[in-house]
């Protein structure tokens, strides 16, 4: 009856994208407590739970509709798509939304020591990946034959176990491979984070927070990137100075009280402000700048 009227979004346990995801809900406004090794978050001010499981996991659980709402990355939502029309399926989950955060690649990797030159050099060779769906067509796209090893984890290892000779995995910062002394030679894939949700109607209820966490979250997004911006100028130098600002609309002018010809001029800067558009600013006549950050932005 509860699960009826409170949404349920489902979100990676432990990985590259725990954090930002609570940090996301965190931002739109949800306030929840969470216990150790609890499995399930309670929204305290929204009707909103926050279910934390393998992100492997999200997609069934959200095109079976145990779960809304999803946060998964593209990796996980490709490779499920690709595994359902293997079997002569379809994928049921809608993706609503890429988000800004979790970006990585799914990459080959080969052992410090292997020989690479090419993408032939993959020939008749063994690949560990917990991707082998999107590996699969990969190689296939490629006229490339080679064994596929499906496992579930701890991939970086198995060319040292002997297992396979070489990898397939997701590739952030690097440092996994370094440790496990592989380097990557080819990008099999992009991934970020993006939201998916059930392909079942919600009761109007439902949706219409569905509707508002949606724009909470493009506010976000847009927030993350955006300053306000305030300077004073010589109303002969505005002109310059409007296409010196990083992705404005129309910024405010004001006149300055006893100022003669200066102005002061107020903008959202959709971009982030780098200190070398500040010294041109002041270059082209503007004074007294002062960046401020954008704590919350409703379009
Ligand atoms: C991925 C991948 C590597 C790690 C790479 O794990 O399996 O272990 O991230 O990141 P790095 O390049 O910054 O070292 P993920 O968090 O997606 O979890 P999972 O693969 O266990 O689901
Ligand atoms: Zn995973």
Redesign the pocket.
Known sequence: MERQQRLRIAI?K?????DHSLDLLARCGLKYSRGKDQLMCYGENMPLDVLFV???DIPDLVQEDVCDLGLV?L??IEEKRLAMAARGGQARFEMIQRLDFGR?RLSIAVPDEFVYDGLRSLAARRIAT?YPNVLARFLRENSIEAEIVTLS?A??IAPRLGRADLIC???????????NHLREVATVLQSEAALIRTPVALPDEKADWVRRLLLRIDGVQQVRESKYIMLHAPRSALGRIKQLLPGSESPTVIPLDGGGDKVAVHAVCRENVFWETLESLKAAGASALLVLPVEKMLP
């Open positions: 990676q432990s990985g590259r994208l725990t393998r992100d492997d990355g990796n996980v990585c917990t984890g991939v970086e995995d997701l590739v952030s910062t690097g440092s996994t491979l370094t440790a």
